[in-house]
């Protein structure tokens, strides 16, 4: 599935190098973590691009995370705002079965790609990523003005999307490592707007 290439493709340097090189005695970090940081990710990879144009969005990464900006103003005021709100939440499956094979940046940065993978794809669907936990996170679909068929209709088409690159790519990655299937939990609720 080319839509994840560019994550595939970031997974399988950093498990194809070295961990770590030594020289005189001491062990120093690859060459393959010089670099990647979040500062990578302030735009959409372009293997993701075709979904985007498709779907007509236009991602903001500049949003922080945390209350959904729609709706923020409500922390700070007196004021009650009814809205139908379609929450998602993914986490990853089995990623402890890295460190079998892997050191911990290695795991560390497989995990992050993954999380990486599974935000943008939720931001091109028109979602809002409130929280991240560990390897997991919690994702709103819905925004004022948007028709609740569409929030919920983006939502699952999010959580399809990133349970097939967990299930049909990542494999393939990790396949000659020995390690056991990644796989990924997502649970989607919808709450309708006087619920």
């Given at each position: 599935?080319k839509l ?29 973590y ?60 089995n ?35 409130q ?28 959580a ?35 619920d």
């Amino acid at each position: 599935m080319k839509l994840y290439d560019d994550y595939t493709n970031r997974i399988r340097a950093v498990i194809a190098r070295p961990r770590f090189e030594h020289f005189g005695g001491t062990a120093t970090r690859s060459p393959v973590y010089v670099g990647m940081k979040d500062s990578e990710w302030t735009s959409l990879p372009s293997s993701l691009a075709p979904l985007q144009h498709e779907l007509g969005t236009t991602p903001d990464y500049s949003l922080s995370l945390g209350a959904h900006p729609d709706f923020a103003y409500i922390r700070t005021s007196d004021e009650v705002e009814r809205h139908y709100v379609a929450s998602m939440f993914i986490d990853i499956c089995n990623s402890t079965a890295l460190f079998r094979e892997y050191d911990d940046e290695t795991v560390s940065y497989i995990t992050g790609v993954i999380q990486k993978a599974a935000m943008h794809t939720c931001l091109v669907c028109g979602g809002y990523v409130q929280r991240l936990h560990g390897d997991g996170m919690f994702v709103y679909f819905g925004r004022r003005g948007q028709p609740q068929r569409e929030a919920t209709q983006r939502g699952l088409l999010a959580a399809g999307l990133v349970s097939l690159f967990v299930k049909e790519e990542l494999p393939k990655l990790f396949q000659e490592d020995g390690i056991e299937k990644i796989s990924t939990r997502i649970g989607f609720d919808f709450g309708d707007t006087m619920d």
